[in-house]
């Protein structure tokens, strides 16, 4: 029988526990437009049948289609002009002849990026400002 010569320092072992791996991958779940919408008009009051506490998500149920815009079954009528004029400018409000609403950003564009689109705007404001200032001390 043939010798085998083992070497200990040669030998590494590597041990991973599933907790360990499970940390390290995270993962990245996206609302769709829609709830994201829903989440922020959900909430928000409105003048009904000079009733208090009335808000939008006690007058429209929505339904669960992931799209950039939110649809929503409207309990009544009479509700829909009222939550128009409450989301303002913000929001289009258009109301189908089934009794569905469909809810979605005025612009177009998400919240962020025109936070965004501002705070650039900003910053553009601020260097022309220092550049003129700076041309003056010339």
Do not use: C
């Not at 409450?86 to 809810?103: A, F, N, P, S």
């Amino acid at each position: 029988m043939p010798r085998v010569r083992k070497k200990a320092s040669n030998i590494s072992v590597k041990t991973t526990s599933v907790e360990a791996e499970e940390k390290e991958v995270k993962q990245v779940t996206v609302k769709p437009e829609s709830e994201k919408i829903w989440e922020e008009i959900q909430d928000k009051e409105i003048n009904m049948f000079s009733l208090p506490n009335q808000k939008i998500k006690d007058h429209l149920d929505p339904l669960d289609i992931p799209a950039d815009r939110l649809y929503a079954k409207h309990r009544s009528q009479a509700a829909v002009s009222v939550i128009a004029e409450t989301l303002g400018k913000e929001y289009e409000v258009d109301q189908t002849d089934k009794g569905y609403v469909i809810v979605k950003r005025a612009s177009g564009i998400p919240a962020v990026v025109e936070e965004k689109m501002q705070e650039l705007k900003d910053r553009k404001e601020e260097a022309l400002e220092l550049a003129r200032a700076q041309r003056i001390k010339k």
